[in-house]
């Protein structure tokens, strides 16, 4: 049976968490991309862009795996009403203190540490909920596709909305629009009709919870395939978009609006490649279609990284995002598809560490490389790199197929058709 691109909205609460989100995540986006700009306008150091990166990706590495326990422990929906409130305070506190533009670097990167403190446990609360608002369990990957595309549509359109804001009506409104946007989240959170939190018994203590989780990912090699190459690419490739307010003010002498353009290009390659996993089939390998958009995003990049002529970068820039999707989205289901629910959490936040935890250091590695060899070497040379890792996902594709011809029990491939788990 054919799932169409849209089955998951059948269900009442996936409908409210995805409009609300979908504001929301327009102000996430109008934010990231007013704190590149005016730290790279405050600093002019590329170093500096990839230090903003850290303060805020680094945190949720080092404290997501007890946000994956807090999902796993407590109620996910209490939980994920808790980090967007608190989330909406940090948001208001970075508007305040643009507005009185007394501001340093410092304290920006300050708040910017707040705000991944907070992400560490949003993410795993926000993406095992999904599960639970979806009635219909064959209708996930759906749910988790249009996700993608949701975040990335808000990367579409967030950017160019904060460079006119920036340009128009200043810093501080593009940072409290962003604020004001968590009181749509909040509403449709309200809004939603949960089955009843019921709280389970409790064998173990945090300590036993996070061994648990790591033994589970270990014996089960299929996901830690997906893991570890989400983490290569994290940390190696995805640092690219740091470098992005270089290309914007430097490469193609432009202004803030610019950056804008740029990456809501990025947001238009990245929401395609979302309605594109959307759309797919079931039976599909995702594994397959996972290593051919890798070398998507590879070749997109290599592309990209030299070229000077502005209407045809950002053509290049859209192709490298339409395979970058794949690279979150298709890790995202796998392992939403296949774990155990009594596990979720857990895993997720595994794959938040590999996600967020990989970027930050990626970004301070990418930043420091291109002092030294320059902005657009240093994006040829990360294209480069995806192109290898796609390689490695097509040994280990072929590892599976002559397995199979051995007649040797095969590495688990997932499809689209994997079980759910009830």
């Not at 997906?226 to 290569?232: D, F, K």
């Not at 039976?283 to 279609?289: T, V, W, Y």
């Not at 197929?401 to 994997?418: A, F, N, S």
């Amino acid at each position: 049976m054919r799932i169409s691109t849209f089955s998951a909205f059948k269900s009442h609460n996936y409908r409210l968490y995805f409009a609300g989100q979908s504001i929301s995540l327009i102000g996430t986006w109008m934010q990231k991309t007013a704190v590149s700009w005016v730290i790279y306008s405050l600093t002019h150091s590329k170093f500096m862009l990839g230090v903003t990166l850290f303060a805020t990706m680094f945190p949720s590495f080092v404290l997501s795996f007890m946000g994956g326990v807090a999902a796993d422990r407590y109620d996910r929906y209490q939980l994920l009403l808790l980090t967007q409130f608190a989330s909406m305070i940090q948001a208001v506190l970075l508007t305040i203190l643009i507005f009185f533009k007394h501001y340093q670097v410092w304290e920006i990167l300050t708040l910017s540490v707040v705000l991944g403190i907070i992400n560490a446990f949003d993410v795993p609360a926000r993406q095992s909920l999904v599960y639970d608002m979806v009635d219909d369990k064959k209708d996930l990957p759906n749910a988790l596709a249009l996700n993608s595309s949701m975040v990335n549509l808000s990367r579409l359109i967030g950017p160019a909305l904060a460079g006119l804001a920036i340009e128009k009506l200043g810093d501080d409104v593009c940072f409290g629009l962003n604020a004001l946007s968590f009181v749509a989240v909040i509403i449709s959170l309200f809004m939603m009709k949960l089955p009843k939190y019921v709280r389970k018994p409790r064998t173990m203590n945090v300590a036993g919870q996070l061994k648990e989780g790591l033994v589970y990912v270990k014996n089960t090699p299929s996901i830690g395939f997906v893991l570890g190459m989400l983490a290569l690419i994290s940390l190696l490739v995805l640092p690219f978009s740091t470098l992005i307010p270089v290309y914007a003010k430097d490469i193609f002498h432009g202004t803030a609006s610019t950056f804008g353009v740029i990456d809501s290009a990025i947001g238009l390659g990245a929401f395609s490649g979302a309605i594109f996993l959307a759309s797919l089939r079931p039976g599909r390998n995702l594994a397959k279609i996972l290593a051919i958009n890798t070398f998507v995003f590879g070749v997109g990049l290599v592309l990209f990284s030299h070229t000077t002529y502005y209407p045809l970068a950002l053509l290049f820039a859209t192709i490298a995002a339409f395979g970058m999707m794949s690279q979150i989205t298709i890790s995202n289901t796998l392992i939403q598809t296949t774990v155990d629910p009594a596990m979720r959490g857990r895993v997720i936040s595994i794959y938040a560490m590999a996600f967020f935890g990989m970027q930050p250091l990626g970004g301070l590695v990418i930043g420091l490389v291109s002092q030294h060899i320059g902005v657009e070497n240093t994006v040829l040379a990360e294209g480069l790199i995806a192109l290898l890792i796609g390689v490695l996902h097509l040994r280990f594709l072929r590892k599976n197929r002559k397995m199979k011809e051995q007649g040797t029990p095969e590495i688990p491939v997932p499809t689209i058709e994997v079980a759910v788990q009830a």
